[in-house]
């Protein structure tokens, strides 16, 4: 398939700085085609900003940063109404939060007030100010870094913030030999302001609609049922996964098949992404603070209890 090329160019463009982070890339990526949002979690200095800019820069789009701070306000980030003297109106001067692709850089160093005024522009593409409604993108899609819970001077981000994520990713450390080749090549610093985009906005929004298109078996659908109401009887959770959460995982497969080329899913769609779809969803019972490592060990306990669909 044609669009399976396109996409391995684009994969390669972002691997081209940050180096070694094959998997983290292509999850970034599928939730680009899926028209989802990504939360990036991870300890400072692995890449996280990194790549957010590395796919702002590979898709030929709008582009907008916010550094989060705890002062932030929620006008900071939406936008706010100026009065025009000449004209003797309010007229709305629009807020970074206006452009295809945003990266809300250390989105838990903002307290929850600021937090919130995301929630709706990240679950319909919109942003509501003084009684007026305006549209964003498409597409859009936010691209939010966070360091863990346990770092001083975070917040928590509620369980419907969470929600409207539809990927965690994780970066890690890298291995022995791309670190050295990290520290010869210097990549972000050398490459990352010369990228050149790979993909027009009219190709990306191609390539979205053409992931409603995969085919998805009755049995993958009673497969992700079956995982849903999994998670809702463990007791280990305190809240299972939201049906905004499985058609999130319904969705991401059919990027993922589309990536690799297909125009149908197979189980081992969902299989690679119920993780990083699933878990930061989940609140565990009576664990550590931030929980989540626990709850995806408990969606792996999950997975094996559930046959996949032949």
């Known amino acids: 398939m044609a669009q399976a090329e396109q996409l391995r160019r684009l994969q390669a463009n972002v691997e081209s700085v940050l180096l070694g982070k094959t998997e983290s890339v292509r999850q970034a990526l599928i939730a680009l085609l899926a028209g989802g ?28 940063r916010i550094q989060l701070t ?9 936008g706010v109404s100026v009065y025009n003297a000449e004209t003797g109106q309010f007229q709305f001067k629009r807020g970074p939060i206006f452009a295809h692709i945003v990266l809300a850089d250390e989105i838990n160093r903002t307290t929850p007030r600021t937090q919130s005024a ?57 291995d022995r030999p791309t670190e050295r080749r990290i520290l010869l090549e210097q990549p972000s610093r050398r490459r990352l302001q010369n990228l050149e985009p790979v993909m ?49 995982l319904v969705q991401a497969g059919r990027a993922a098949a ?14 690679r992404l119920v993780s990083p779809v699933v878990a930061h969803r989940l609140l565990i019972k009576a664990v550590a603070q931030d929980g989540s490592y626990g709850a995806e060990a408990i969606v792996e306990k999950i997975l094996q209890t559930i046959p996949a669909p032949q």
């Open 37 to 64: 949002h990504v939360l990036l979690e991870d300890v400072p200095g692995v890449g996280k900003t990194v790549l957010a800019r590395a796919i702002a820069r590979s898709v030929n789009c709008t582009f907008s």
């Open 70 to 78: 705890p002062d932030m306000l929620p006008t900071d980030i939406l």
């Open 118 to 174: 995301l929630l709706e522009a990240m679950n319909e593409s919109q942003v509501t100010m003084d009684g007026a409604t305006y549209p964003l993108g498409p597409p859009f899609m936010v691209i939010a870094t966070q360091n863990p819970f346990q770092f001083e001077g975070t917040y928590f981000l509620p369980e419907n913030q969470l929600d409207r994520f539809m990927m965690r990713i994780r970066i890690g450390y890298p």
């Open 200 to 248: 027009d906005l009219e190709e990306l929004l191609a390539l979205q609609r053409q992931v409603l298109e995969v085919r998805v078996d009755d049995g993958i659908m009673e497969y992700v049922v079956s995982i849903s109401e999994a998670t809702r009887r463990e007791e280990q959770l305190a809240l299972g996964l939201s049906p905004r959460g499985a058609l999130g």
């Open 258 to 271: 589309l990536m690799d080329g297909r125009d149908y899913l197979v189980p081992d769609d969902v299989k």
